[in-house]
């Protein structure tokens, strides 16, 4: 098992019986010190009792530990979900010695129902025992869903000499969408920073990465990205280079992860970029390139290796912006199937069904109006994806 590390932070995953499978359901990060701490949140209007309690905590813009558990999202559970919360948060706090205003806390799984505190009172002294510097794959199994796989990444970056290592672990498999990140992610560095500088890389970050990615269209109610800076390196980003580097860096960081989030998408069998270039504005592009991403039509041709190509122009033109058909051209990875809004006929069409048949791919969509661009991973839409969500409460 590869072990990643995160100089100043430990982990741990553990069983407390939330899920009923008795799989992994309750996960911890702690940090050695008082962590500089940034956050970003699901812009769904309906949120959970996670989501406010850390937007409150975040203020401060500090915190020392995230605790996490999978199997209920305490979602729509009126005042007693936020006592349930912020419960949770004391009884670990209690266990590590410290204030509970230092305690994040984060929920996935089934909206409407009460947290069970009562089990991860029981499971706390275990879950503070076990932290370990090399506990993430724990952590990582025990916040996932309907996920197939943990999603970790991290990475060493040299500031001036100084090796600053940035570690990220992510869950997310269905409700996806880019309207912040649609799921669960935890950043963890050695590097420091004042919050406002955190706040302003993670923005930036998730926007080039977790807002670009959409498995089914459906945003959740529980999405956060927090990311947390325990110093122990002694580099505190300050000065334009080094933040620039940190950026650069972080942005890796959450874009694998984003990628490995529509991957193993709900069924999912492609991985596909949609990238419009030639749009009058970034903006516009992003708006066609999301369509596109969204259009339950074109994911399962995707899903069906068919080049469906009438079905990729059709969602351009219902974007809702002024196109002109005639100068729409359309390219799967390399291969030019259409042509100022004409099929290239029956040989790149071939061609592009091979390109099908690859597990990753790109389509690209010009435009030829102007000088906007923009990108949206996505995935095909399979027979899979509506078994999982039929069945997901039972």
């Not at 553990?14 to 050695?32: H, P, Q, R, V």
Request: hydrophobic share 45%.
């Amino acid at each position: 098992m590869e072990h990643h590390l995160c100089p100043g932070f430990r982990f741990s995953g553990i069983t407390a019986g939330i899920k009923k499978n008795n799989t992994k359901d309750l996960g911890l990060i702690f940090s050695e010190t008082v962590a500089d701490t940034a956050g970003v949140f699901t812009k769904n209007r309906v949120q959970a009792a996670c989501v406010t309690l850390n937007k409150q905590r975040l203020t401060a813009g500090k915190s020392r530990a995230v605790v996490v558990n999978s199997g209920n999202a305490n979602c729509c559970t009126g005042p007693e979900g936020m006592q349930d919360a912020v419960r949770s948060a004391e009884i670990i706090a209690g266990r590590l010695n410290i204030p509970g205003e230092q305690i994040l806390v984060a929920s996935t799984g089934v909206i409407g129902q009460r947290l069970p505190v009562s089990k991860i009172e029981t499971a706390a002294p275990l879950l503070v025992e076990a932290l370990s510097a090399t506990g993430l794959y724990d952590f990582s199994q025990a916040i996932l869903t309907t996920d197939l796989a943990p999603k970790i990444h991290s990475l060493q970056v040299d500031m001036d000499g100084v090796p600053v290592t940035i570690t990220g672990v992510a869950k997310g498999s269905g409700m996806i969408k880019p309207d912040m990140a649609t799921m669960l992610c935890f950043i963890c560095t050695d590097a420091a920073g004042a919050p406002e500088v955190l706040q302003r890389l993670l923005v930036s970050g998730v926007e080039r990465s977790f807002n670009r990615i959409t498995v089914d269209g459906d945003t959740s109610t529980n999405d956060m990205v927090l990311l947390m800076a325990g110093g122990l390196s002694g580099v505190r980003l300050q000065d334009q280079s080094q933040i620039e580097v940190f950026q650069k860096a972080l942005d890796e960081v959450l874009t694998t992860l984003a990628k490995k989030v529509v991957k193993d998408g709900e069924g999912a069998t492609k991985l596909v970029e949609i990238a419009v270039t030639g749009a009058e504005t970034d903006q516009a592009a992003r708006i066609i390139a999301e369509t596109v991403a969204h259009s339950n039509l074109v994911k399962t041709a995707f899903f069906g290796e068919d080049a469906n190509w009438g079905r990729i122009i059709a969602a351009v033109g219902r974007a809702g912006l002024p196109i002109d058909p005639d100068k729409i051209s359309i390219f799967f990875d390399e291969v030019r199937l259409v042509e100022k809004g004409r099929w290239c006929g029956a040989a790149a069409e071939a061609a592009a069904t091979r390109v099908l048949k690859k597990p990753e791919f790109m389509i690209h969509i010009g435009l030829a109006q102007g000088h906007g661009r923009a990108w949206i991973w996505t995935c095909d839409f399979s027979i899979d994806y509506v078994k999982i969500n039929a069945n997901y409460r039972s």
